[in-house]
């Protein structure tokens, strides 16, 4: 039986205190610590997260108000893309419209059937600026919505913060060497302060991966299907409200994305650096602006995972492990689920637990990585680099998908292979398969003809429901609403 009384967390960023502070919720009674440098900075200016970030906060005890008054988090309904296809479209699962007729997203297949307009994809509230206003009226934990944007330095602060009165260790050093046993496990960690001897290990400590590497991961690229491997972030100054989405907007050599926080927004140009540098996107970004914007870091990533996370008794989270890309903000979700499904693996693990790990987590990141290139399949083709896209190599996984999906829509039996902590299933699927004409109309329209009436009727009958409340119900702008919470005690 392993001995499991002491858990380091290498590295605090956003992953390693996600990791903390899960496993400190599962573990009450282990020691848990997070070394990390203040002389290594985190990435990025604005941060987005899926709405796993709600089931974290649940389950380590957060309320949303929380991350509204201390990280300038902003509310987010989904992503909207612009210059992905024909119409701007919104990538954005609701309750409303995520209604199964057995394994059907039956609403869906009404709305495309009869070829509406993308943005009857959502409920119309979502495209616009305002919250209902009863939301303002919130007095207990429950959050009008599942995801958030946040600042991405102070949403850093207050994962320690929470850290620390849960009373998980925060050490400032930085780890120079990895000390192995005869076993081949980590023995220990070498800091500038001091050595480190711990039960079980974190690397969260980015694409430096100190501890994993040292144990013999090796990097799975997948730039053969994603092209994608540079960026330039930048902020960008306030407005007098905020969307209720992140914007991913095409440019001429890849696309952009702006993200709303309280006080600023947080942007990047994701571009593929085979085309142009990054001098050439910050001119492109110059012009689409319409001055000069100070540009914050440059990173280079390849997009990719390592050939296996959980190695003796180590395990890399966040981009020590993997990374596909900032599209569709995957990371934090990516962390949240792995040290969820990490929890319930690490009590009495052996060889076999580990192997089974690393192939769930290789599951979870070939669907990230098969729902990103489902986007580049788009038909636009207004620069060079978009043309090349268009013989853009594609995964048998996907490909196979794809067959199938011209001519019927996704149902979460086409995701059985896939685990239950991945990210993407069915309704994601057909947001973006329509929001980028992929889908054979008229044979949709075959399929849904054969419904039960009822099941017609009903589909007809929630969005008139919706557009009833759409149109009767008061809003309050989504920023005055943020200035509500913030004034609460």
Not at 136 to 143: D, G, L, T
Not at 231 to 243: E, L, M
Not at 337 to 360: C, G
Not at 441 to 450: A, F, L, R, V
Request: proline share 3%; net charge negative.
């Amino acid at each position: 039986m392993k001995k499991l009384g002491h858990i380091t967390v290498v590295g605090g960023g956003t992953a390693g205190f996600i990791s903390a502070l899960i496993l400190k919720t599962r573990f009450p009674n282990i020691s848990i610590s997070v070394i990390r440098s203040s002389k290594i900075g985190i990435i990025g200016v604005g941060e987005g997260s899926t709405e796993h970030w709600s089931e974290f906060m649940t389950y380590i005890g957060v309320n949303f108000k929380e991350i509204i008054k201390e990280c300038d988090a902003t509310f987010k309904a989904g992503i909207m893309f612009s210059g992905w296809g024909a119409e701007d479209f919104l990538h954005s699962t609701s309750d409303e419209y995520d209604k199964l007729n057995g394994q059907s997203y039956y609403v869906y297949s009404h709305l495309i059937s009869n070829r509406r307009p993308k943005r009857e994809m959502n409920p119309g509230r979502t495209w616009d600026l305002n919250i209902p206003a009863y939301c303002a009226q919130y007095e207990n934990n429950n959050s009008p919505y599942n995801q958030f944007h946040f600042n991405t330095h102070k949403l850093n602060e207050f994962l320690t913060k929470k850290s620390i009165e849960r009373g998980i260790t925060v050490i400032d050093d930085e780890i120079t060497d990895v000390i192995l046993g005869e076993n081949g496990e980590i023995n220990s960690i070498v800091g500038n302060k001091a050595n480190y001897i711990s039960d079980f290990f974190i690397d969260s400590t980015g694409f430096r991966r100190v501890l994993i590497g040292k144990l013999g991961a090796k990097w799975q690229s997948h730039s053969k299907y994603l092209k994608m491997k540079s960026a330039i972030v930048f902020p960008t100054p306030d407005t007098n409200n905020y969307p209720l989405w992140t914007l991913a907007k095409t440019m001429d050599y890849g696309w952009r994305f702006r993200i709303p926080t309280h006080g600023r927004y947080g942007n990047g140009y994701i571009f593929d650096s085979d085309y142009i540098t990054a001098d050439q996107a910050k001119q492109e970004i110059d012009k689409e602006f319409g001055y000069d914007v100070e540009i914050g870091k440059h990173i280079n990533f390849d997009p990719g995972m390592l050939d296996r996370v959980w190695i003796q008794n180590c395990v890399a989270v966040g981009l020590s492990g993997n990374f596909i890309e900032p599209l569709e903000a995957t990371s934090i979700g990516t962390s949240i689920q792995q040290i969820f499904l990490l929890m319930h693996r690490l009590p009495n693990y052996t060889d076999k637990t580990i192997e089974r790990y690393n192939t769930d987590v290789q599951g979870i990141m070939e669907n990230i990585r098969d729902f990103i290139i489902l986007h580049y399949m788009t038909k636009k083709d207004d620069s060079i680099f978009w043309i090349d896209l268009q013989s853009l190599n594609i995964p048998s996984s996907l490909e196979e998908k794809l067959e199938k999906f011209k001519y019927s829509l996704p149902i979460e039996e086409d995701f059985r292979d896939t685990s239950k902590y991945s990210l993407f299933g069915a309704n994601h699927y057909i947001h973006i398969l329509y929001g980028l004409d992929l889908l054979d109309i008229d044979s949709i329209k075959t399929e849904h003809q054969m419904y039960h009436h009822h099941v017609k009727d009903n589909a007809v009958h929630i969005l008139s429901e919706e557009k009833r409340f759409d149109i009767e119900t008061p809003m309050i702008a989504h920023k005055r609403f943020l200035q509500v919470i913030k004034n609460q005690n």
